[in-house]
């Protein structure tokens, strides 16, 4: 025997379950928030020259927060800049024989920031 449904209980359960949806993609926007702040502590670890502690920075926040679209784009420019500062230092203090590799790291990062700059990727 079939059980009909009436149509106050049908609209009662969808709206509830739109107003899930809306809820949970709402707590995805707060996510930028603590995303944004871990992306500020990596940005303060770059400035120290602690490169390490900075990348995981930001790979801990992606991987945290992956709703999280405009601190993950952030995230993405700081981790080029990261490595181009390391590749930087690097270079400063290399040996005759590992320069040419480590000049190459360098022009790749600085030409990838760049083109993700103008690219303006994540922001559309």
Known sequence: ???KVSIVTYLF???VSLCAVLASCDSRQDDNVPAFAIVRQSRVHLAAGEYDAARDSVLVMRRKFPAAVMARYAGLLLLDSIELAAAQDSLDAAPAHDRERLELKCRFFRRKLQE???KDIGRK
């Open 1 to 3: 025997m079939k059980r």
């Open 13 to 15: 359960v969808t709206a």
């Open 116 to 118: 993700d700059l103008k």
